[in-house]
């Protein structure tokens, strides 16, 4: 019998066997995952062993915080950098996508003074998309040939991103870079399937718990980071921040490489990823990935319940994103924040994210992800209503707290949920799947969370927001 490990010693497979509960045949019966997902990975464990954390956890989180300190570092130098390409592009991509740009804020009647947040968030839009595309192929690809290959693939691509985000010299070649770096962003839903892999049925919230946290200190760290290139005030500002992404990126790949072990032995992989145009189709198409059709092998009530919750995911990032993108257009022209009072109020959010998901989401036991995202939901909703109609710096702190814990809350429960379906040899494909219904969400939901903001204004925006929060609320009591 083999773990999540490797091959199990002698003596524990016979504990194990004598552990399990026996069947009027004398044969013991294989766990039930779930309602119909027999998982014989997730057998019955003793608490002390529920506690532990596996070593391959703390090697994927430690890898994830690298790959996110670099990451986040440009999030607050994209307005410096769109100008210095308004200034120094000489491709003509810039002011083509300018033109774009200036049309849509006109139609909207945006301020000028938002242009770089918008284009900011034509870039984050695509990059999204690219996670989108590329997420179900590389956990797909996981499942065959391992987590470890294939992941340490995507850092290859991520550094290379970095490296030619150093020397973009015109606009053009820094669009480059970022398409690179979105193809390659595979890492986080590899980052999932590890989790899965390793954990049992009774403690998987604590290691998708664990990505949160990654994901916490990262936008904490990074941002601050970057706002300190961004004062360098050398004209070669952009490129240092480059070089200490690709630093990082480089120091990711060495330590992934030595420390990370296998955590999908060969004996428990996908014997092939399957050939042909029509099965690539079923890797990017909205509509198979909506069904989870690339996912092979599950009974059709095992089926449903992935394509309910990719529904519930799917509609909970797309209201999420928006509110996102759009709390700088809220704290700037409501409460007056500049860029130092909006880098204050992002830590802070951070650091709740952080305190929550390590405090309280890790100690969320088996079978509770679902009371427990309903939990942060329901704080989620009110969050929205108060931010948009705050009219204090005092009252807003207040629903971005309620945002900061149900957003904490919410992603590690129902990744966890999504995990405990389909067998070990698919968890890759499911975990890229519902990764890439998120990156679709967070590709989209920006672009009309800005029209209704300036269309509607910001108190009708959020409010209708936090009330269409109501719809995955109800999908998710149905779950």
């Known amino acids: 019998m083999t773990s999540r490990a ?63 300190l670099g990451f986040t570092v440009i999030l607050p130098l994209f307005p410096a950098l769109l100008d210095y390409y308004a ?42 998309f690219l996670q989108f595309l590329s997420s179900p192929v590389t956990g797909a690809l996981s499942d065959v040939y391992g987590r470890k290959p294939v992941l340490c693939c995507t850092l290859v691509g991520i550094a290379v991103s970095y490296g030619t985000w150093a020397f973009a010299s015109n606009f053009a ?30 403690n998987r919230a604590k290691g998708m718990a664990l990505v949160g946290i990654a994901f ?23 490129q240092v921040s480059a070089l200490y992404a690709f ?30 145009l029509n099965k690539a189709w079923t890797f990017i198409s909205p509509r198979a990935l909506f069904s989870f059709s690339a996912v092979q092998g599950l009974e059709k009530k095992e089926q449903l319940k992935l394509i309910h919750l990719g529904g519930v995911y799917f509609a909970y990032i797309l209201l999420y994103s928006g509110l996102e993108f759009t709390l700088t257009f809220v704290t700037h022209l409501h409460h007056d924040f500049n860029s130092l009072a909006q880098g204050r109020m992002f830590a802070y959010l951070g650091i709740v994210m952080a305190t929550v998901q ?50 904490a809350i919410m992603v590690p429960c129902l990744t966890a949920l999504a995990a405990s379906y389909g067998p070990k040899d698919q968890k890759g494909t499911i975990m890229g799947i519902f990764r890439s219904l998120g ?39 149905t779950f």
């Open 6 to 68: 490797g091959i199990k010693p002698e003596g524990e497979t016979k504990n194990l066997l004598q552990s399990q509960e026996m069947a009027k045949d004398g044969k013991p019966k294989p766990h039930v995952n779930g309602e119909n997902n027999i998982d014989s990975s997730d057998t019955k464990v003793s608490k002390s062993d529920e506690r532990k954390t596996h070593p391959m956890q703390i090697v994927t989180f430690l890898s994830l915080l690298l790959d996110l």
């Open 87 to 128: 200034q120094h592009d000489t491709s003509g991509l810039y002011s083509f996508l300018l033109g774009g740009i200036a049309a849509f804020q006109d139609y909207l009647k945006v301020p000028f003074r938002f242009n770089s947040v918008l284009f900011g968030g034509l870039l984050g839009s695509l990059f999204s």
């Open 173 to 202: 070649i820094f669009v480059l870079a970022r398409i690179l770096g979105g193809v390659s962003k595979g890492n986080v839903s590899l980052a999932y399937s590890i989790m899965a892999d390793v954990s049992h049925a009774s």
């Open 216 to 238: 916490s200190i990262g936008f904490i760290i990074g941002p601050a980071v970057g706002a300190l290139f961004s004062k360098w005030g050398s004209s070669g500002w952009f």
């Open 247 to 276: 630093t990082l990126a480089v120091l990711n790949i060495i330590y992934f490489s030595i420390f990370f072990k296998e955590t999908l032995p060969k004996e428990q992989r996908r014997p092939s990823i399957g050939s042909g």
């Open 358 to 407: 390590g405090g309280y989401v890790r100690k969320i036991k088996a079978g509770g992800e679902k009371d427990m995202a309903c939990k942060g939901l329901i704080l989620m909703i009110p969050s929205f209503f108060i931010v948009g109609v705050s009219s204090t710096v005092l009252g807003l702190y207040f629903g971005l707290t309620l945002y900061a814990i149900g957003s």
């Open 439 to 477: 990156a679709l969400a967070r590709a989209i939901g920006p672009i009309f969370a800005s029209i209704a903001f300036w269309c509607i204004g910001a108190s009708w925006c959020y409010c209708i927001g936090g009330a269409l929060l109501i719809l995955p609320f109800c999908a998710l009591l």
